[in-house]
């Protein structure tokens, strides 16, 4: 499967985002899939998670209440919903997916930028 993240932007705080991952070359419901964030000289960081059923959902302490994950298997996509932006969730988003509920993704996607101005 091949991921393709879209939907950042440059936004004020307090806005929001929608961010897609659309998935290709594979069937989406396959793969749980998790959004994960980037800052230059940081290590990438989970943001949300959500099973291939969505069932279960996830979140690191930083966005929760603020951030929501969906997922659209018929339309092969992904999605987090993002609320009351802040400074400091500026970073390259990118979508991965993976089979397995534990171990190395399947897949990433090249990432999407966003950018909150305070």
């Known amino acids: 499967v091949q991921l393709q993240a879209s939907g950042g932007g440059l936004v004020q705080a307090g806005d929001s985002l929608k961010l897609s991952c659309i998935a290709s070359?594979?069937?989406?419901?396959?793969?749980?899939i998790h959004w994960f964030r980037q800052t230059p000289g940081k290590e990438r960081e989970f943001v949300a998670g959500i099973t291939w059923n969505a069932i279960y959902t996830d979140y690191s302490e930083s966005v929760k209440g603020r951030f929501t994950i969906s997922r659209d298997n018929a339309a092969h996509t992904a999605y987090l919903q993002m609320n009351n932006l802040k400074y400091e969730d500026t970073a390259v988003y990118y979508c991965?997916?993976?089979?397995?509920?534990?171990?190395?993704?399947?897949?990433w996607g090249q990432g999407t930028q966003v950018t909150v101005s305070s």
């Open positions: 070359g594979g069937l989406l419901s396959s793969y749980n």
């Open positions: 991965a997916a993976r089979i397995a509920a534990i171990g190395d993704y399947d897949a």
